[in-house]
């Protein structure tokens, strides 16, 4: 049995008809529920866990983070600090490697406390409409920032992830 994590497979390791192997089973974990936090919380520890699966990725590394940081430690309010130290070294790589462009962009979203309109994130990071346009496209497609289409002609845009919203936040000050 091999148990591992990879965003894609190669079809010849999933080929089932390969002469060599039966190949491998592709199985998707879901994400945690609130519910499955109940099964290894209780109390106080269950609403601090449920408080930091709000901010982190529903995985079950994130659970095992999280346990970490209420066994360690004993007060609530350090939590979101915390749980940012274990992601800031990825979120300072993913912000280190985008265009200069890509980093005003998210700087401006990630110190909003509202998901922004093309017009403000212009007005803020001072790029001309062609090149912003382009430049969240492209962070969207990185799944770094989502788009709100909801509205009609006034696209919203907000970091996707909040953690990472929380360190853009924190590095700007």
């Known amino acids: 049995m091999l148990i591992a994590t990879a965003s894609s497979l190669w079809p010849a390791l999933t080929d089932y008809k390969a002469p060599f192997f039966e190949g491998l089973m592709t199985l998707y974990l879901p994400s945690i529920t609130a519910e499955d936090l109940s099964k290894i919380f209780q109390g106080e520890s269950l609403t601090r866990a449920a408080g930091m699966l709000e901010l982190a990725p529903p995985t079950i590394q994130s659970v095992g983070i999280i346990a970490q940081i209420i066994e360690t430690i004993p007060d609530s309010e350090e939590d979101n600090q915390k749980l940012l130290s274990f992601f800031s070294s990825l ?14 962009i998210l700087n401006v979203l990630g110190t909003a406390d509202h998901k922004m309109t093309m017009p403000e994130i212009r007005a803020l990071s001072a790029l001309p409409s062609n090149v912003l346009t382009s430049y969240l496209k492209i962070l969207s497609k990185k799944g770094l920032i989502k ?14 992830d909040p953690l990472f919203r929380l360190w853009l936040n924190q590095i700007a000050k």
């Open 91 to 104: 979120y300072k790589m993913i912000y280190d490697s985008l265009p200069e462009y890509s980093q005003r």
């Open 147 to 160: 788009c709100d289409k909801s509205a009609v002609k006034r696209t919203l845009y907000a970091v996707k």
